[in-house]
């Protein structure tokens, strides 16, 4: 059984590109979400992708989209990249629904470095 | 506020013996979840333990279980009879609400802890 796999593992990108990361859900799990991590700190919750829809957002700004397709992976879409946008980032799949708790399962993440 | 505090700084135990990682948290939800998990240096994040508000036994995972104190607001993991694999970043989060929709993680800072053999 795969577990959650993203791509690439790490990426090099200029202030002012743009970068799209991937992942692919655990089998079985519809939802999926994403963070960023800085160093030395705890991952930040982006935004969270369910039934191909944007669902719940964290506070960052409109240079962060997303999208979800019919088989539920995802992609994270940066533009105008900043120095500060350099950290790992992580997805997570769970399963939707209405359940009390939502394990999420996380993937290995893309290091990402602005230069 | 924080809604999540680690304030330990890098935390050191001896292999075999146990150690207890703290974290407290904030929320005015009566129904959350709060989840440990583990970081090794390779990035990725590893599911520990889950705890919800309404349990009412502490949660336990193999080495690994959940000193749950709802009243004074707190989540520590112990960790029993440590191995030098443990060596990692640990990290407290919280999801709020009952509704399985709004299953954001709020993490904490995380703690290092290092396993001396």
């Known amino acids: 059984d795969a577990g959650v796999t993203q791509s690439p593992t790490h990426l090099i990108k200029t202030r002012g590109q743009q970068v799209t990361l991937r992942c692919s859900p655990k089998?079985?799990?519809?939802?999926v979400s994403w963070y960023q991590q800085a160093l030395g700190q705890g991952p930040q919750f982006i935004f969270q992708?369910?039934?191909?829809?944007?669902?719940q957002r964290g506070n960052f700004p409109d240079r962060f989209s997303g999208h979800q397709f019919p088989n539920y992976s995802s992609e994270l879409n940066v533009n105008a990249l900043l120095l500060g946008d350099s950290a790992l980032y992580l997805c997570?799949?769970?399963?939707?629904?209405?359940?009390?708790?939502?394990?999420?399962?996380f993937g290995p993440g893309t290091r990402l470095t602005v230069l | 506020a924080q809604k999540i505090t680690q304030t330990q700084p890098g935390m050191f135990v001896q292999e075999k013996e146990a150690v207890t990682l703290d974290c407290t948290y904030d929320t005015s939800d009566p129904s959350y979840g709060l989840f440990w998990y583990k970081q090794p240096s390779s990035g990725e994040m590893i599911f520990l333990i889950y705890q919800g508000s309404y349990d009412q036994q502490n949660a336990t995972e193999g080495r690994y279980s959940l000193n749950f104190q709802k009243a004074r607001k707190s989540a520590n993991l112990v960790i029993s009879a440590s191995q030098l694999g443990d060596s990692a970043m640990y990290f407290c989060?919280?999801?709020?609400?009952?509704?399985?929709?709004?299953?954001?993680?709020?993490f904490g800072k995380g703690i290092t802890l290092s396993v001396r053999p």
């Open positions: 997570a799949s769970s399963r939707g629904g209405t359940r009390p708790y939502n394990e999420q399962f």
């Open positions: 992708y369910y039934e191909e829809e944007e669902r």
């Open positions: 089998s079985g799990h519809d939802t």
């Open positions: 989060a919280m999801r709020e609400g009952r509704n399985g929709a709004n299953s954001k993680l709020t």
